[in-house]
């Protein structure tokens, strides 16, 4: 069964590490419910970002904290800086932030699983910092989870 890490020894991290795969279905209402061991990591946290991938049919998932880190990024831009101010404009205006309810359970917007094409089954994938929600068949298609593949990620990331 998949499942989250702690990066470090200290028990109290912070650090949220979501790896593994899981089948979910949206239930009636349209709601996702996160994996537990994914939530028993995010420790106090209640809230997640859901954005487009810019180059797949999925969603990507964000902590508030891992979420935070990327936008120190995106504020270090001048205000003039035109492009910059775009592409938070754009990622923004197609991002939502959920919470989740006592069940675990979180709404997206429809917007945004019409986006990964999700209509009932979802697969949940670990990405470590973050999570992405796919269509289990947009995923296989995709053929981004083909073993040959892990050669080539593991050289380009350096690891």
């Known amino acids: 069964m998949a499942e989250t890490v702690t990066?470090?020894?200290?028990?109290?991290?912070?650090?949220?590490?979501?790896?593994?795969?899981?089948?979910?279905?949206?239930?009636?209402?349209r709601r996702l419910t996160?994996?537990?061991?994914?939530?028993?990591?995010v420790r106090g946290v209640r809230s997640l970002y859901v954005l487009p991938d810019v180059d797949e049919k999925c969603l990507c998932v964000f902590t508030v904290r891992e979420m935070e880190r990327k936008l120190a990024s995106v504020g270090n831009h001048s205000i003039v800086d035109r492009k910059a101010r775009q592409f938070a404009r754009v990622l923004a205006s197609?991002?939502?932030l959920v919470d989740w309810d006592s069940q675990g359970r979180i709404r997206i917007k429809d917007e945004l699983l019409d986006h990964a094409g999700?209509?009932?089954?979802?697969?949940?994938?670990?990405?470590?910092k973050f999570f992405e929600l796919w269509n289990p068949d947009t995923l296989k298609k995709s053929g981004v989870m083909?073993?040959?593949n892990l050669v080539d990620?593991?050289?380009h990331v350096g690891f």
Not at 13 to 26: C, I, K, P, Q
Not at 34 to 41: A, E, L, Q, T, V
Not at 118 to 127: A, P, S
């Open 94 to 96: 197609r991002s939502d």
């Open 153 to 155: 990620a593991v050289r």
């Open 34 to 41: 996160i994996p537990s061991p994914w939530r028993d990591r």
């Open 146 to 148: 083909v073993g040959t």
């Open 118 to 128: 999700i209509k009932d089954r979802v697969t949940m994938v670990g990405n470590f």
């Open 7 to 29: 990066i470090g020894t200290n028990p109290e991290s912070t650090e949220s590490v979501f790896v593994g795969t899981y089948a979910h279905a949206l239930d009636p209402k």
